[in-house]
Nanobody, 116 residues
Framework: EVQLVESGGGMVQPGGSLRLSCAAS????????MAWVRQAPGKGPEWVST???????YYADSVKGRFTIARDDAKDTMYLQMNSLKPEDTALYYC??????????RGQGTQVTVSS
């Protein structure tokens, strides 16, 4: 059974930083692309970043230069380092294993709130 468990969310002031983690189990983590997706209140899901199985990274324009995605295949864990956070980054952040443009597997999410 695929399991994805996020951690590291919290409340931070604008300009602050957070590091999210995603612990994966139930599949061969190193063989799969992985992604972060977020959903703000009242809005649909928004893709944030993807890291391919080989390590190539992709970012949404809204986070490029501020967020860094990484993975540790030895630990079956993915990370999202978020710097220079803005109020508009406030959302529930999900770790997901994509399938094409869909995200059939994702965790419960970790809340990130950016507010002064």
């Amino acid at each position: 059974e695929v399991q994805l468990v996020e951690s590291g969310g919290g409340m931070v002031q604008p300009g602050g930083s957070l590091r999210l983690s995603c612990a994966a189990s139930g599949f061969s983590f190193s063989r799969y692309d992985m992604a972060w997706v977020r959903q703000a209140p009242g809005k649909g899901p928004e893709w944030v970043s993807t890291i391919a199985s080989g390590g190539t990274t992709y970012y949404a324009d809204s986070v490029k230069g501020r967020f860094t995605i990484a993975r540790d295949d030895a630990k079956d864990t993915m990370y999202l380092q978020m710097n220079s956070l803005k109020p508009e980054d406030t959302a529930l952040y999900y770790c997901a294993r994509p399938y094409g443009d869909e995200y059939p597997y994702r965790g419960q999410g970790t809340q990130v709130t950016v507010s002064s």
